[in-house]
């Protein structure tokens, strides 16, 4: 060990410090030799030494050298040359530049620089044709190495430009106003530098894994470059296989920030200010694409609600020799999407003006909109033409995007062809459906010279009462509030026009339905005009049009409707129902009618279907302010002039509605004129007034708050065809806050007082008019007879009577025991006939109701009916008829018709009809024989009869089945009847047209049970079985009254009777009279005893009303015969027959055993007295109309019977029954002089 001071230690340090100045000394020696150099010769050394390594002429303007230290080599105007095929001729200039040299390394004969400065570089990157790239450095040819790099160590830039020239031509440039780099063999890669791009100053990092020269050597290298601008980063891992070639290079991105906008300068376009957000993503280049996977993207902060993007995955290609693609998945909010697009290669579409093929699809919720054509890129847009499809829920994307309170989907499904060119844009036969409606048209949007919006449009039904439709409430949360005040014209409306034509086929959903909508938009020099509106309203052709210009910053709208037909009938028939949410709950608006000013006309030519005639109607209506003044202008009802003036009030915070109209005289003729009935009333109603008053924020409330009061003067009426007069002292409609429809009408009607009430629901809900006014009740008080009528009519819904179809009906009318009602509907009250309604009638007692109506007695019976009433045109069917008077019942069919000529039907069936309870004509009564036949009213209707009846109770007889078909027709009644007894069998014709009516019957009844034929009120017989009768009859005559026309009768009688028991006391009839005549002839029990009878016979001639039995009565007994005649006089009922005896066995009775004369019979067929008469001669002076002073009992008449075997058959074989029709039968009647001239009587 050397210790300090020692002699060797101080040798030691004279021999260091002996090199050391030696080593100066030559250091000195050789600064001082390349300070002799020329600096020219230098510079050019450089100058080859550099373009060798390089392979590029590299130029130096000058050169120097600071000798130090540390030796500084200076340049300036550096130079390196670009290939032959790059744009400009250097790559790279440098304004100036200095490096520091190792001076040891510089001793050993080796530059090494360990600092380099460089300032103002300019440099350009740019590919040729074939993609190659002119900064790659050194030949391929000279071997696998590419050209060595200085050491460079730190390099240092100042004022660099780096710019790249896009496949366009256009240059792209960034400016670093520092950078620092390490720049050397044995260090990797690193940048350093703040640059500034389109104005965005930034930071930029880049390091590598190896230097730089490692990569120029053609090493794997991977960088990881950071950009910065303020508030954002972008991180790119860049894995390179080799610099000289973009082949497999790989890329992960992941870019970070708080806002977009932090990028809109790097991007060169205005972006919002969105964020937070991240992005990153994986890409490679491979064969000329680039792969874009992994692709993920969170983004906060939209403007809309959700306010979140994501995107889970996705991919793109982009390259020279592929398609383009991109596909993309993620969420908005809760709501998935997902992108697919695909085109021609990437630099097809950076060609300006080549086409390209372009297909789309993307899916938002549950809207999937598609496109698929062809793009072409233009110089400031793409131009494009598509065949773009839209199906599904159209209003997902705004619920989405606009953040709409949308609840219910909009189904659409679309399609078209879209096109942009330089002329504008253009959709091109679009058809599908929206709102469930289809929709069809051309659309073009021109941008130059000035924009232009043109095309048509045309709708089918759309149902504004779907849920679709119903969804289209805008209610964007935060939306800002409009100025209503009249901010003036929109901005664009001078920038746009329009010349828009539309039509739609119909909208269902309004209070009427609209058919057929055209109308044409145009827009021009700030003014909008709506031209040629047509539309179907119900059925009601309404045309229009109307211009929308700004005046002193206001909107002002003018406008004109026509009608030329307004037919209410459509109208009410056609009306809809409202959709499940109504509008007239809705706030009415107030502010849009004080943003603008209007002035509108409405023309209506000619009103049909009301009902009252109504002519034309015009109105002017003036908005201002808030406040709309409607007058009618033109308005006549009946004929009659009608004024009136309606203002609305918007202008405080609810609207305010008065109305007034007046009419001085309505013509009531005119008023309820029909084209197909006579006027029956007449008069006219005076001072007519109307006032209408409310206040609400909604139209519901403005209905419900509306007082309405409808008043005149007195005034009177004719009413009918006789012209009956009414009287009416106070009629009005009144209707309170709230409160029903009530009107009243009080005066007298035909004499009698008239109180007349109707009520109605309330006015609010007639906005509802399938359900407004479920029952309208009419209560009507009056006097009829001296006794109060009451008829209360109820009808009801509204809608129904409006529409006039399907009406119900129910009227009520009440007297003191009497009640009737009519129920039912009527299928069509403009015309009710032909609707059957259920009617029925109660009476407690006919004969009390009668005497309010007819002078006729009618029965105290109480009588009830049901049916089905049918009304007609001037006529009334009763079907279904069941019909209860006393124990007398009816069913069938009635059919009443009083228009033109009377006409009464009848067809009925009956269980059984008892006249036995009708009552017997009074005394002081005219007999029903001597009562006028009611000529006038028989000769002035017809009527048809079928009567079909199990039972017929009369007084005295009891029928069984009987048949009654009878016709009366213009004056002539014929008649046909049968029953079950004895086959009865009758005739009636009774002609009313002859100057004295004529009549003519024909009866004829074969072996009847007369224990059947008499009822038990008359007396049937009782005991043994009595005789079988068979009658033949037929009579004519004529006269004014039913007895006169017996009294002039003529015809034929023949009565005989079978064997049987004669009732002795007992009886009816024929059997009655033989009893009686065998107990005069036969006194005392011998009569009983020989009471059994073989038969009778007898047979009458009737002339003048007087039956003769000119051939005799014959009743055959057992022991004896009964001989004799007599006469009947139709007119009075009065008889007069004489009989005696005649034994047929001589022992049989002693000559004390019968009596001796003749038995005569007097009084009346209904009240017959028998007696003796010694005579033997039948002449009464007080029955001259049947002797004719001369015995009934010629002696002939005894030898003719007592010389037959059998006087029954002899009678009966005498008998002239004519088989001739009734008319002929008539005929001959009418031949004898009638002594009754006159023809009629009046009715009664």
């Known amino acids: 060990m050397t210790t300090p001071g020692s002699p060797q230690r101080r040798r030691t340090t004279k021999l260091l410090l002996l090199a050391i100045g030696l080593l100066l000394a030559a250091a000195s020696g050789v600064m001082l030799f390349v300070k002799t150099l020329d600096d020219q010769v230098f510079k050019q050394a450089l100058e080859r ?29 550096l130079r390196i040359a670009n290939p032959p095929w790059a744009s400009r001729p250097d790559f790279v200039t440098a304004a100036s530049g200095e490096a520091r040299l190792d001076l040891i390394a510089l001793w050993n004969g080796q530059v090494e620089m360990r600092a380099v400065h460089l ?65 050397s063999d044995g260090a990797p890669f690193r940048v350093q530098a703040l640059a500034d791009y389109r104005e965005s100053p930034m930071q930029l990092t ?61 991007l060169g376009r205005t972006l919002p200010g969105w964020g937070p957000y991240r992005l990153s993503a994986q890409t490679r280049y491979v064969r000329g694409s680039l792969q874009v996977e992994d692709l993920n993207l969170s983004l906060d902060g939209l403007p809309m609600q959700p306010s979140r993007l994501e995107i889970g995955s996705g991919k793109a290609v982009l390259g020279a020799s592929v398609d383009t693609q991109l596909t993309v998945e993620g969420r908005i909010g809760e709501a998935a999407f997902s992108l697919e697009a695909s085109s021609a290669p990437w630099p097809e579409l950076q060609k300006i003006a080549g086409v390209a093929p372009l297909t789309l699809r993307a899916e938002l919720a549950d809207f999937t909109l598609s496109a698929k054509g062809s793009i072409t890129p233009a110089a400031e847009a793409t131009d494009f033409d598509l065949a773009l499809t839209a199906r599904g829920d159209a209003l997902a994307p705004l619920r989405l995007l606009a953040g709409l309170r949308l609840s219910r989907p909009l189904p659409v499904n679309l399609a078209a062809q879209v096109t942009h060119s330089k002329e504008g844009y253009s959709a091109r036969n679009i058809r599908g459906v929206v709102l469930a409606s289809a929709v069809s048209g051309d659309l073009a949007y021109a941008s130059a010279p000035r924009a232009l919006l043109s095309g048509a449009l045309n709708l089918g039904r759309l149902d504004l009462n779907q849920p679709d439709v119903k969804a289209l409430e805008w209610a964007a949360p935060g939306s800002r509030p409009r100025d209503d005040s009249g901010a003036g014209a929109p901005v664009w409306l001078k920038r746009v026009e329009a010349d828009l034509s539309l039509r739609i086929a119909a909208i269902t959903g309004l209070p009427v339905p609209a058919r057929n909508l055209t109308g044409r938009v145009r827009l021009r020099d700030d003014v909008v005009r709506l031209q040629g509106l047509a539309a179907t309203l119900a059925g009601t052709v309404v045309t229009g049009d109307g211009t929308l210009r700004w005046s002193d910053g206001r909107p002002q709208i003018e406008g004109n409707a026509s009608i030329a037909v307004l037919d209410f009938a459509k109208l009410g028939g056609s009306m809809t129902k409202p959709g499940p949410r109504s509008a007239f709950d809705d706030p009415l608006p107030l502010a849009p009618l004080r943003a603008f000013d209007a002035r509108l006309h409405f023309d209506v030519a000619r009103i049909a279907g009301a009902p009252v005639p109504i002519g034309k109607v015009a109105a002017l209506a003036h908005l201002r302010g808030g406040k709309l003044d409607i007058d009618l202008t033109s308005a006549t009802v009946a004929n009659a002039p009608v004024q ?72 009177s009426l004719a009413v009918g065809r006789d012209r009956s007069p009414v009287q009416v002292e106070q009629a009005n409609i009144e209707v309170e806050p709230g409160g029903p429809v009530r009107a009243t009408a009080v005066g007298h009607a035909l004499g009698a007082p008239m109180d007349l009430t109707v009520v109605a629901g309330p006015l609010a809900e007639l906005l509802n008019p399938e359900s407004a006014w479920p029952k309208i009740e009419a209560n009507l008080r009056t006097a009829l007879g001296g006794q109060t009528l009451h008829v209360l009519a109820t009808s009801g819904p509204l809608q129904r009577l409006i529409g006039l179809r399907d009406v119900p009906l129910a009227l009520q009318a009440t007297l003191p025991g009497a009640r009737a009602t009519l129920e039912g509907n009527v299928s069509n009250l403009a015309a009710p006939m032909g609707s059957p309604l259920a009617g029925r ?40 008829l069941s019909a209860q008077a006393g124990k007398s019942d009816a069913a069938g069919r009635l059919r009443i018709r009083w228009r033109d000529r009377p006409d009464l039907s009848a067809d009925l069936t009956s269980k059984l009809i008892d006249t036995t309870q009708w009552d017997e004509p009074t005394a002081n009564e005219t007999p029903v024989l001597d009562r006028p036949i009611r000529m006038p009213s028989l000769l002035s209707r017809d009527a048809q009869l079928r009567l079909r009846a199990e039972r017929f109770l009369l007084h005295r007889y009891d029928l069984a089945k009987l048949q009654l078909d ?35 019957l024909r009866l004829s009844l074969k072996e009847v049970d007369t224990e059947a034929l008499y009822t038990a009120r008359a007396g049937r017989p009782i005991g043994a079985a009595t005789p079988s009768l068979s ?4 009579l004519a005559g004529a006269g004014t009254t039913l007895r006169n026309m017996l009294a002039a009768g003529r015809g034929e009688f023949l009565l005989t009777a079978g064997a049987g028991t004669l009732p002795i006391n007992s009886g009816y009839g024929f059997e009655r009279i033989a009893g009686n005549l065998l107990l005069a002839l036969v006194p005392g029990r011998r009569a009983a005893d020989n009471a059994q009878l073989e038969c009778a016979a007898a047979r009458f001639t009737i002339a003048d009303g007087v039956a003769t039995s000119s051939d005799g009565v014959a009743l055959r007994l057992k022991h004896l015969d009964i001989l004799g005649g007599g006469a009947v006089n139709l007119r ?13 066995e001589f022992f049989r009775f002693s000559l004390l055993g019968l009596t001796s004369g003749v038995a005569k019979v007097t009084g009346t067929i209904s009240e017959p007295t028998f007696a003796l008469d010694p005579s033997g001669m039948l002449i009464v002076g007080t029955a001259a109309w049947a002797t004719a002073g001369a015995s009934l009992l010629a002696g002939d008449l005894w030898r003719k019977l007592e010389s037959t075997a059998n006087p029954c058959a002899r009678i009966a074989a005498g008998a002239q029954l004519s088989s001739d029709p009734l008319d002929v039968l008539m005929r001959s009647s009418a031949s004898v002089n009638s002594p009754f001239p006159h023809r009629s009587s009046p009715d009664r």
């Open 644 to 715: 009136g003036h309606v203002t609305l009030d918007a202008s405080g915070r609810a609207w305010r509605v008065d109305a007034n109209a007046r009419a001085d005289r309505i013509d009531v003729a005119a008023l309820l004129r029909s084209p197909n009935r006579p006027d029956t009333t007449s008069g006219a109603i005076q001072g007519l007034q109307v006032v209408f008053g409310s206040r609400g924020t909604s139209v519901r409330e403005l209905m419900k708050q509306a007082k309405l009061s409808v008043r005149n003067a007195p005034f």
């Open 1031 to 1034: 009658m033949s009859a037929q």
């Open 49 to 77: 030494k550099l373009s060798s390594v390089l392979d590029r002429e590299v130029s130096i303007g000058s050169l120097s050298f600071d000798l130090a230290v540390r030796p500084t080599l200076s340049v300036r105007d």
């Open 206 to 266: 880049v390091e590598a894994n190896t230097s730089l020269q490692a990569a120029l050597n053609g090493e794997p290298w991977r960088l990881s470059v950071g950009l910065r601008p303020k508030g954002a980063s972008l991180t790119l891992d860049v894995r390179l296989a080799s610099i000289a070639s973009l082949e497999g290079v790989e890329l992960g991105i992941e870019m970070t920030g708080e806002h977009l906008a932090a990028w809109s300068g790097v």
């Open 1132 to 1144: 009075t009922s009065e008889i007069l027959f004489g009989y005696r005896a005649v034994r047929r």
């Open 841 to 880: 009638i109660e009476i407690d007692n006919l004969a009390q109701t009668a005497t309010m109506f007819t002078a006729s007695r009618l029965p105290a019976l109480p009588f009830s009916a049901t049916g089905r009433v049918t009304l007609g045109n001037g006529e009334v069917a009763v079907d279904d």
């Open 966 to 1000: 009878g016709t009366l027709t213009n004056g002539l009644i014929e008649v046909s009847t049968a029953a079950a007894e004895g086959g009865l069998r009758g005739e009636l014709r009774l002609d009313l047209r002859q100057e004295v009516p004529g009549v003519a």
């Open 119 to 183: 300032e103002g570089v300019d440099l350009l990157l740019e590919r040729n044709a074939e993609g190659e790239g002119n900064w790659p450095f050194g030949t391929p040819a000279r071997g696998t190495r590419r050209a060595a790099l200085p050491d460079f160590g730190t390099v240092s830039l100042t004022d660099v430009h780096i710019g790249w020239r896009r496949d366009g031509g256009s240059v792209e440039q960034v400016r670093v106003d520092t950078a620092e780099a390490t720049i």
